[in-house]
């Protein structure tokens, strides 16, 4: 089902596959994404990708714990089943501190890691494109979608070469 | 070609330490000297410029009703406007000498786990210290005179270890074998001189390197950064309770050495972050970019953070055990003297953790000079009050406020610390020009 074709782009060197995404996309190629083996810096601003908002959602997951953990002392001890405890209030205020900090913790952990899961696509039924498996080891690769490219394959692969691309395949997907 | 090429400024780097500035310095010096004087003048007479103070003759002698443990004592320690000067000179050494160890702290603490990203800013860190030698001596010196010394420090009193004595606490006389004067001299004495040792050792090496290069001045700090971590990491906790705990004799807790030093260490954090801005908006210190600023900020926000933890750790054991000689400590700073320790508690509060963490959350904001500026000043002001409200209740007891005298001994603190910095600033180049990290530190981006 080759419903898909890709341009694969092979670097031997991080700096290098850094100023090629550069060069390519200032002359209007659409980049898929870019494989490297380790993280090269500035290469997500070279790809043009804004900075993602989890931290917005690792807020609200947050808060949702520290209000789940509020309701939860608040009705157990304070309504369902007041207990006395040394003499104390049925709803201590400090008491609940540490259960609203620890699900407050929870909360963000867990959805910070779903919300990833869920949105780069690596859920348990993800199935990984490999655009080349030397992308694991010591090279560098970058992947271009040439259906949403209006430039033609021979055009790019030049560009990569041009750019120090030392290897240009096609992969089918 | 869009290469994102970025000009690497010059590792040589100069602060000027001009002459009227030092000047203005020490006139605000004096400013505060002559504020005290002023202030206790006037409360003297019975004007009270502040708030939560007591005026004059009006109060003395009725402030005891909360310190239910010094009762038997009542009339022996009662406290003056003597011993708010005191405790004000006292608790003001021990706030600065800890946000100028904390230099050194955190050299060491970089060297030891290598990092790389702090060097850019290892000299501004590294001209904190060079104060240790005066609130130092000051505490040695308070110390050392009787008079003062009893003001601050309930367990020198005469007679009070004397089984025989009308004065004898059997709970002060079995801690003699730590509160004695002799070990107690030799603590603060260590403290103070090796503190400064330890920094003038990380100090040498650090401008021998810039002078010869080479590994071996790196290898050297290394080492001592090492032996100053081992020492720091006992003196951190039992200074905490030489300084501050014991002002409040009879009261102890296992969490109190941990607060003190997060309160040291997030003070000198907010320091270090001021003096970078500060020294930025003046033209210096180009090296420094967003992702330094960013992982500085992380920290003053971690720590501030970490603060609010061991904080709230102390506290809520306490709430809970419900103890009368630990809640004591509380009452006396909730309802004590007249409340007068409410707001500072309160404040101290939320300036170290409600408005830091507000401010400092987000990712942008801690790359901005503007909000890294507010999280700093508010950790610096917020600190303080932690410190006031640690030694207040102790010392100055029914006396304690906050008027000119506390804004006139801190104006005078915190000139001679500025000018104890800049002066050490404008001593080497601003950056250890020839230190093996210094490369990565340029290139540092998050």
Known sequence: ?173 | MAHSTHEIPSTEERFEFKSETKRNLIIAALIGVAMVAIGSFLLSKGWSIGVWESHGAEHAGAGHEAAGGHAEHGGEHGATLFSRIIANIWMNSVYFIGISVVGAFFIAYNYVAKAGWSSSIKRVAEALPSFIIVPGTILIILMAIPSTRHIVMHWTHDGIMDPASEHYDKIIAGKAWYLNLPFYFVRLIAYVAVWYFGWTQLRKYSLLEDAEGGLENYYKSRSIAKLFLIFFAVTASTSAWDLSMVVDTHWFSTMFGWYHLASWHVAGLATIMLTILLLKDQGYLKIVNESHLHDLGKFIFGFSIFWTYVWFSQYLLIFYANLPEETIYFRERFTGFQGRYWWPFHISLLLNFFFPFLILLARNSKRRATFLKLGSVSVIIGHWFDFYQMHMPGIAKDQGGIGIIEWGTTLTFASLFIYFVANQLSKANLYPKNHPFLEESIHHDI
Not at chain 1, 143 to 166: T, V, Y
């Open chain 1, 1 to 173: 089902m080759a419903d898909s074709k890709y341009l694969v782009g092979v670097f031997d060197d991080g700096d290098e596959l850094l100023h090629a995404v550069e060069d390519i996309r200032h002359q209007g190629v659409k980049i898929h994404e870019a494989y490297t083996p380790f993280a090269v810096h500035g290469l997500d601003r070279a790809l043009g990708y804004s900075f993602p908002r989890m931290g917005v959602a690792a807020f609200l997951f947050g808060l949702t714990g520290t209000c789940c953990a509020l309701l939860l002392t608040f009705w157990t001890m304070g309504v369902d089943w007041p207990i006395n405890i040394g003499g104390k209030n049925f709803f201590p205020f400090p008491t609940n501190v540490p259960i609203m900090f620890e699900l407050t913790v929870l909360l963000a952990a867990f959805g910070m890691s779903f919300t990833f899961f869920f949105m780069e696509d690596m859920g348990p039924t993800a199935k990984p494109i490999i655009f080349d498996v030397r992308s694991t080891d010591d090279k560098f690769v970058v992947a271009i979608d040439l259906a949403k490219n209006k430039l033609s394959e021979a055009e790019i692969s030049k560009l990569l070469k041009e750019s120090g691309a030392s290897e240009v395949n096609v992969k089918e997907v």
